[in-house]
């Protein structure tokens, strides 16, 4: 594989542009295998589009009316099905189209990634992540979830706080802002994303700069008080899926096993070098952040609320615990053949394993 020679070699703003496109060209190619259905995202949401008779009306009469939706949708804040209905109206309706912004959104996570640990780290060691961040499993569910526009959405506000941390005044301000609102909005697509804020928080406490996360939280705050203003409470809406959940097929998942059981599907879904990488980190700026995301999926894992299907429901988590795969290029040579194993992994699953 040539991937981590490319991505030593190469302009840096080319890298951000290459990695977008191969994460979005991997996905595409692996998706190929389950056919046209496979590039075509989640249709759950989109069945409840139609019903949409007016943004407020939706969004004030949400909650009261959760349990006539789609599972996901009722597994949901009303973010993404709102987003697909102002999508139609526009005549961007349909599973072609909403298959584009996942897969878009999926492979935007890899160079909003790749800049937190050039800001954080060094640029070396975002070059070395880059490939890996590419061809990990979790690209399998990049073309076929929704989360995986979940995981865009939150990578770049993290990143963008993350930015802010390192710079002073106006543009840090900004950045801090532009970051805040990124994550208000991904808050109001699931709500399984709020621990990934202990990523940008860890960073900001480690570099001593409190005013980014202040701004961020204005940030998000605006968009909170957006949707109260619509009508719809984020507090309400997630103890309303929080009943919908526990009266679901979840009731009869073991809570106990499952712990186990969902750190063992993410862990595939991660590719077997991720656990070698976290072993062998040692880089103290990259484990600020390798180590939130580790606690955020620990936090996930023991609220009960993700008994199965992490593989993409941990998505936003996945491309701040693949960054730890930098530690693994000591020589080229060496990178290429962790490369060739998270790649055989992703192909093995995507293969072998069939699931809806």
């Not at 990634?113 to 499993?137: G, K, N, T, W």
Request: aromatic residues 8%; proline residues 4%; glycine residues 10%.
């Amino acid at each position: 594989m040539a991937a981590p020679f490319v991505a030593a070699e190469v302009r840096w703003r080319t890298l951000l542009i290459v990695g977008f496109l191969a994460a979005a060209g991997w996905a595409v190619a692996l998706a190929q295998v389950d056919g046209v259905a496979g590039l075509t995202g989640d249709a759950n949401y989109l069945r409840d589009v139609p019903s949409i008779r007016g943004a407020g009306s939706f969004l004030s009469g949400f909650v009261a009316n959760i349990g006539r939706y789609s599972q996901h949708v009722r597994a949901h804040p009303p973010g993404f099905v709102l987003l697909l209905w102002g999508m139609r109206r526009l005549g961007l309706g349909g599973l072609g189209w909403e298959g584009a912004l996942v897969i878009a959104g999926g492979a935007a996570a890899v160079p909003a990634a790749m800049l937190a640990v050039r800001e954080i780290a060094e640029d070396q060691m975002a070059r070395s992540a880059a490939p890996f961040l590419v061809v990990a499993p979790i690209a399998i569910w990049v073309a076929t979830s929704a989360d995986a526009f979940y995981m865009g959405i939150t990578a770049w506000s993290v990143a963008l706080i993350i930015l802010a941390t390192g710079r002073q005044g106006p543009r840090s301000d900004a950045l801090a802002l532009g970051g805040g609102l990124l994550f208000g909005a991904a808050l109001f697509l699931s709500y399984g994303v709020a621990p990934v804020a202990m990523i940008p928080v860890a960073v900001a406490v480690v570099r001593r700069r409190a005013r980014p996360l202040a701004i961020a939280a204005i940030g998000v705050t605006a968009v909170a008080a957006g949707f109260a203003a619509s009508g719809f409470w984020w507090l309400d809406g997630l103890r309303a899926t929080v009943l919908q959940y526990q009266a679901s097929a979840a009731r009869f998942r073991p809570e106990g096993s499952f712990v186990l059981i969902d750190l063992g599907a993410f862990a595939l879904a991660l590719g077997p070098a991720s656990a070698v990488a976290i072993a062998r980190l040692r880089d103290r700026k990259l484990w600020v952040v390798v180590g939130a995301a580790l606690l955020a999926v620990a936090l996930a894992d023991l609220s009960g609320l993700s008994k199965g299907e992490v593989e993409r429901i941990w998505l936003p988590f996945a491309p701040w615990i693949l960054v730890a795969t930098a530690s693994l290029v000591g020589d080229r040579s060496r990178a290429r053949s962790w490369l060739a194993l998270q790649a055989a992994a992703c192909l093995a699953l995507q293969l072998t394993v069939r699931g809806p």
